[in-house]
């Protein structure tokens, strides 16, 4: 198992890097995790986080891709609900590494 620290705790990460327990999420624990992938976070990488764990709320999974990006649009607008978006934001992978950052399991249909 995998540890990620941030402050004075030690948190666990799954094989992939995701957490594991999802209540350690916060937006320190997302700053760490963008910075192990070498992301920025912006206010546009925000945004989608907090949508995410919005969807997660809802549906209690991590979407796919093509679900990120329909619910992406609904929510925000098209502008930002579209695949050249969001690849741009999270380096061509936008489920899985938008999913690590904003601390939810690993999409199930993503390789």
Known sequence: MNTLTVGTRS????????????????????????????????PDHWEVLRLL????????????????IKYTALKLGVEKGNSLHLNKL???TPAKLAAKLAGLPRPTNCL
């Open 11 to 42: 948190l666990e990460l799954d094989k992939d890097g995701y957490l594991v327990d999802l209540d350690d999420w916060s937006d320190e624990v997302a700053q760490a995790l963008a910075a192990a992938e070498a992301v920025e976070l912006t």
């Open 53 to 68: 764990r919005q969807f997660y709320t809802e549906y209690q999974l991590s979407p796919a891709t093509r679900p990120l």
């Open 90 to 92: 999270f380096n061509g």
